[in-house]
């Protein structure tokens, strides 16, 4: 089975550019959920949304952050403008239930932003 | 301060050896996530549990909830073992993890 697909795998890009980030969860899996780790905080839950639906974005850092997911199979993670800050790993995750299933990750995608 | 503290932050260990990581929490939980992360970067989510105990292989995760706090223990270690074990207390809505446990198992 098709795990929990990120793309790109690595991005690098000058500041103030807009970044994309894209997560196909698994088929079946209705709560998906955007993390970021860096070195300082470790990881951190961004949003997540259950059925489509964004659920809690309390751990969205900024208005320059925003998630979409437009349907069940698809999910970005925008960042407009991007800040040096923002560089660090963002990893997907979809499960079948929110909070009290497992969780399975894609395998990140690296940002640094320049 | 931290709604998850885990221990200890790093550990060598000899091949074979019995290993315990501990995790506290001070929060309220429906459920408690113990990650691996190895050094390639990937996360897999090893258990999932609210209370007593799971088993996978040679990994024991425990919990107990009126003590606010969960171990996983690994049996005759091994080196490809070595990897951060992370620690995530989650109360339904709201998710906290923990700095995690660096793990190195030596030959």
């Known amino acids: 089975d098709a795990g929990v697909i990120q793309s790109p795998r690595h991005e690098v890009t000058e500041m103030g550019q807009e970044v994309t980030l894209r997560c196909k969860p698994i088929s079946g899996h209705n709560s998906l959920f955007w993390y970021r780790q860096t070195m300082m905080r470790g990881l951190e839950l961004l949003i997540y949304f259950n059925n489509n639906v964004p659920i809690d974005d309390s751990g969205m850092p900024e208005d320059r952050f925003s998630a979409k997911m437009p349907n069940a199979s698809f999910s970005t993670l925008k960042i407009q403008p991007s800040e040096p800050r923002d560089s660090a790993v963002y990893f997907c995750?979809?499960?079948?239930?929110?909070?009290?299933?497992?969780?399975?990750f894609g395998d990140g995608t690296r940002l640094s932003i320049l | 301060k931290n709604e998850v503290e885990q221990s200890p932050q790093n550990l060598t260990a000899q091949e074979g050896e019995f290993i315990t990581i501990n995790c506290s929490y001070s929060v309220g939980i429906s459920a408690l996530h113990w990650l691996q992360q190895h050094p390639g970067g990937g996360i897999v989510s090893l258990f999932m549990?609210?209370?007593g105990k799971k088993k996978h292989g040679r990994l024991i995760a425990t919990i107990n909830i009126q003590e606010k706090h969960s171990s996983l223990h690994i049996t005759a270690s091994h080196p490809r073992d070595s990897a951060v074990y992370i620690c995530a207390a989650t109360t339904g809505n709201q998710f906290y993890f923990g700095t995690g446990t660096s793990l190195t198992v030596i030959p």
């Open positions: 995750a979809s499960s079948r239930l929110d909070g009290n299933q497992p969780q399975h």
């Open positions: 549990l609210s209370s």
